[in-house]
């Protein structure tokens, strides 16, 4: 009775109590969670939290202290070939072989796989983009174009999973937007996507579920909205009248004002504010206020709702965990 | 999955396009004509001495010998050397034979043996010290061991890969030898006969089994034994890559031990449990020529034995260590 819904979460990879000890000290403390077919799950943690160690022990370059890793079904510690026939990855940057040309590369990844013909090889190649350049050497590559590269190898053997680590990085906005649809295009075609990174934001633009890893333990897993409402979020002022405005806010007990060293929002997200006025409001509340201000002869430059950073969103979703 | 011919075609291609055999070609192509306008120098000064008569130059070369032989400053290991070649000299001149026939396969035969202890170790670490480490340093690893390929397969067809690359260079250089240096010697020489079988017992040479091949069959012999030894120093040579990141790193390990053996079989006599050290044992061929071995109690058998010994030991390293290892840079 239940297939439908089973067949529709089918399980494609599944982590269970992960462990890993590096030279006596334990970098992976307890990490699981299930990736579903056709979602885009996203691993979020903060720089040197475990997630690159984890998604080394995904794809079998590390050895699990302790835990289980299934692929598919397949344990990847005693079928590391059957299980590595279902995934294609990225760990960290896309490396290839820069002393030969693209299409050599894949041709080179092509022959370690059975089944894999000339026409497959043309069609990653379309389906990434790089038909200008894909015989031309490596090292001419940008870091989009290896990215790229790096995608088309992974995709070779049309897999059920595909592993990117950190994809963004080094990325220009442009290419970011494109690797995010790209992303979206791929899921739609029923591929489950595991993308690591340590940006609140991208996860949210990008990803349907998300793990949240932090000191080598995952501490939550869920749905991206649901995990990002329990942080709240904030509405930032900026006004001609800044002075008067915040007395308008103190006035009202359904606004309030966060001070500057109170918020922890991104610093990269701030630059170019000048006077803002950082506070905590319903969303339903901001045409009425803005109103009012207009009213009161303050001109409103901007209005926007900015998310709280990781490491607000790592606070509040670790004191949930003591309250609860 | 994945077939071992198809993993081998892939490893052969990426040494091929990184270049390294077309570097040494180019370096072979460099070298040889310098040491075979050195050697027609050599015959020159021969020719002028001795107006071409080798037996003159034989006898002459015997009464050097024999007249350091008397000498009191000269150390006992080098006075049994000397004597092992006077009887040599003695034994060419008896049976109406040049030991130097100034032609390609000659040349050929010198070149091979003084190469086999320095030259063709590094030309073949040029590429064994590069297969594994470099794949790490650069970070391809990482596409190359998440393929559903067991590791043991990939290190498999990395050693095959640097077995033929081996072969490939031992055939390069002899080729290479032989057509150069015939420009100016001629290419004849392959029938000219070469005693081998001269035994060393302490001062002594034993000529009991002492018997004459064509230059031939000489050189198919030294070529047999010096892919051997370059196999272990191949062989060593991909462990340390396995072991060791870098590939500068891996590969002045490993030149630093080659050179050291050579430095140490000049001086070990004395040291006697060195013979038992990998590098010391590198120079097979001459045991063909019956020069005495570095340190007593070295036989052609025993120098087998012991790289054989190495390269097994080196093989099952490398291979416990790639199979077993994390990736984490």
Known sequence: MATLAQAERDIVLSVQGLKKNIGGKPIIRNVSFDVFAGEIFGFLGPNGSGKTTTIRMLVDLVKPTAGRILVCGDDIGAHPERALSHVGCIVENPEMYSFMTGWENLEHFARMQRGITRERIAEVVEIVGLDQRIHDKVKTYSLGMRQRLGIAQALLCKPKLLILDEPTNGLDPKGIKELREFIRMLAGTGMSLFISSHLLSEIQLMCDRVAIIAHGEVIAVGEVDALVSQAGSYTVWQVDNPEETRRLFEAQPAVRIVAEEEHRIDETIQSGWQDAIVTVMDEASVSAWVNKLVGAGIGVRSVQRVAPSLEELFLKVTEGETIG | ?329
């Open chain 2, 1 to 329: 999955m994945g077939n071992l011919l198809a993993l081998v075609q892939n490893e052969t291609l990426k040494v091929w396009k990184k270049k390294r055999f077309a570097v040494i070609v180019l370096i072979l192509l460099i070298l040889i004509p310098v040491f075979v306008y050195a050697q027609m120098k050599i015959a020159q000064t021969n020719e002028e001495q001795f107006k071409g008569d080798w037996r003159a130059n034989l006898q002459d070369r015997i009464s050097d010998n024999t007249r350091a032989l008397s000498s009191d400053r000269i150390p006992e290991e080098w006075k049994q050397w000397r004597r092992a070649l006077v009887q040599q000299l003695q034994y060419y001149l008896d049976h109406d034979v040049n030991p130097q026939t100034p032609n390609a396969v000659t040349f050929t035969k010198q070149f091979i043996d003084n190469a086999v202890n320095l030259f063709i170790p590094l030309m073949v670490l040029a590429i064994a010290s590069d297969l594994v480490s470099s794949e790490r340093s650069t970070g391809t690893i990482k596409m190359l061991l998440t393929r559903p390929v067991r590791r043991w397969r990939i290190l498999l067809s990395k050693l095959l890969t640097l077995s033929l690359y081996v072969s490939l260079i031992i055939v390069t250089t002899i080729a290479l030898c032989y057509l150069i240096s015939g420009v100016i010697f001629g290419y004849s020489g392959w029938d000219a006969p070469v005693f081998v079988g001269f035994q060393v017992n302490g001062a002594e040479v034993d000529t009991a089994n002492v018997h004459a091949v064509t230059q031939g069959v000489y050189l198919l012999m030294q070529a047999g034994l010096v892919w051997f030894a370059a196999m272990v120093v191949a062989i060593i040579g991909l462990m340390v890559s396995v072991l060791v990141r870098s590939t500068a790193a891996s590969f002045v390990t490993m030149m630093a031990t080659i050179i050291a053996g050579t430095i140490l079989s000049a001086m070990a006599s004395s040291w006697t449990n060195a013979k038992y050290i990998f590098n010391v044992n590198l120079e097979l061929s001459s045991y063909l020529r019956g020069t005495p071995p570095p340190i007593e109690g070295m036989t052609l058998g025993f120098s087998l034995a012991v790289l054989g010994i190495w390269g097994i030991g080196a093989l099952f390293v490398s291979f416990f260590v790639f199979t077993r290892q994390d990736i984490l840079n």
